[in-house]
Structures are given as C-alpha cells and as structure tokens.
C-alpha cells in the first residue's frame, strides 16, 4: 500500500531556534517528492520538489533533503519565524506527468515567540 | 497571475441535500485536480481533468459525486445527496507541467 508517514505529528519551537521534520514513504514507482507548507484556512503551497537523483534542495530557510535507497526525506528549518508557523506536508508522486500524489498527514508547527 | 479560485469557501448543508462546489483554475492549465480532506486524515486524490476529459476518477468515492469541466475550465464537484461523512475540505489544483498550484479549499459541514 502506498503511503507517506510524518513525523512527528506536531511540534513547538521558539523563534529563531532550527527544527528538522522527517517523512518515511513507501510510495512506488517513484516520480519525485513534494515538501508543502499549508497556512490555517489555505490551500498548500508548493516549498520544494526532489526528483530521484536530488538529494538536496533549498529554498530561502527551508531545505529539504531526500534519501530515495531509504525512502526517507526531511525538511530543516532555519532560523524559524512566526510565520513558519504552519502544517507542513510531505507528498511523494508516482508518475511524472500527469500524476497523482500521496500526501502525508502533515506535522503542525508552532513557532512561539 | 490569478490563483486557483474555490467557491465557496465554507458550506454548510444537511444530509440528503445538494451542493456544488466551484474550481476556476489558473487560465491556461491543462490539468485540473480535485482532492478531499477527511477531518484527522490526510489529503486524497479524487480525480483529474486534462482539458475537458476525466484522466483519472480512481479517487471519487461512489457515484454520489459527480464532477465535470465542460469547455475545459472551470470545473464543478457535485454531491447528491450529501451524507455525513462527506465532511471535509475539498481542494481543487491546476498544473500545467506537473508543478501544482492549489486553491484554498472548500470546506463543507453536512449536518
């Protein structure tokens, strides 16, 4: 069965402080590998996408890192902000192209000041 | 460049009643995908539009939803007749080469 677990489920910080999510699929064939970040009441935004030779992709603070022998990916945080604050979802897709995805839950988190 | 568009953004029906939930995607993509969120799940794929013709409707639960994109546009998701358990909010997204946008969602009670 194809399926993409996160961890952990939610997770509180203090501003500034760095945090590294982990997501575990087992989703095959592989296409590539979807970090997103979804605000309260809005749809998710696209952060990073790692095909299967990518084992590192950044964008600003958020870089996200992929280990396809494993099926192990994470997403470090740097330097977090309020407005990191967020569900941040792992989706991994099966085909390129016209596909479909397999979405994690997410991991809620809360960046306090 | 306009997002995708949902509406509306919250309904609130009872069981047995109908609605129809909106998607205008971002002019131009071929690819429209419609996805549901069961409240504690995760997001899943109902199904996929390429222009006007359904590429993929695996994910649609039974043939109480009806989804359409006439004119490859816009598309509709309609539930006749809602249940409880079809609580949830529904995305919608477009993509043109694979990158895909998504709306806000609607989120829908049945009561």
């Known amino acids: 069965k194809n399926q993409v677990e996160q961890s952990p489920q939610s997770l509180i910080i203090l501003e500034g402080k760095n945090c590294t999510l982990q997501?575990?699929?087992?989703?095959?064939?592989?296409?590539?590998l979807r970090w997103y970040k979804q605000d309260t009441g809005r749809g998710p935004v696209s952060l990073t996408i790692?095909?299967?030779?990518?084992n590192t992709k950044s964008n600003g603070r958020y870089t996200a890192t992929l280990d396809a022998d494993t099926k192990q990916s994470s997403l470090h945080i740097t330097a977090s902000q309020l407005s990191d604050s967020a569900s941040y979802i792992c989706v991994v897709s099966m085909n390129s192209g016209y596909s479909t995805l397999t979405f994690g839950k997410g991991t809620m988190l809360l960046v306090s000041p | 460049e306009a997002g995708v568009t949902q509406f509306p953004s919250h309904s609130v029906i009872e069981k047995g009643q109908t609605v129809t939930l909106r998607c205008d995607p971002i002019?131009?993509?071929?690819?429209l995908y419609w996805y549901r969120r069961v409240m504690g799940k995760e997001i899943k794929f109902l199904l996929h539009?390429?222009?006007?013709?359904?590429?993929?409707e695996s994910g649609m639960p039974n043939n109480r939803f009806l989804a359409e994109r006439t004119g490859g546009t816009y598309s509709t998701l309609k539930v006749q007749p809602a249940e409880l358990e079809d609580s949830g909010v529904y995305f919608c997204?477009?993509?043109?080469?694979?990158?895909?946008?998504f709306g806000s969602g609607t989120r829908l009670t049945v009561v």
């Open positions: 539009f390429v222009k006007e013709s359904k590429q993929d």
């Open positions: 790692m095909t299967f030779s990518e």
């Open positions: 002019s131009g993509h071929d690819n």
């Open positions: 997204a477009s993509s043109q080469d694979g990158a895909n946008t």
């Open positions: 997501c575990n699929y087992t989703v095959s064939p592989f296409s590539n």
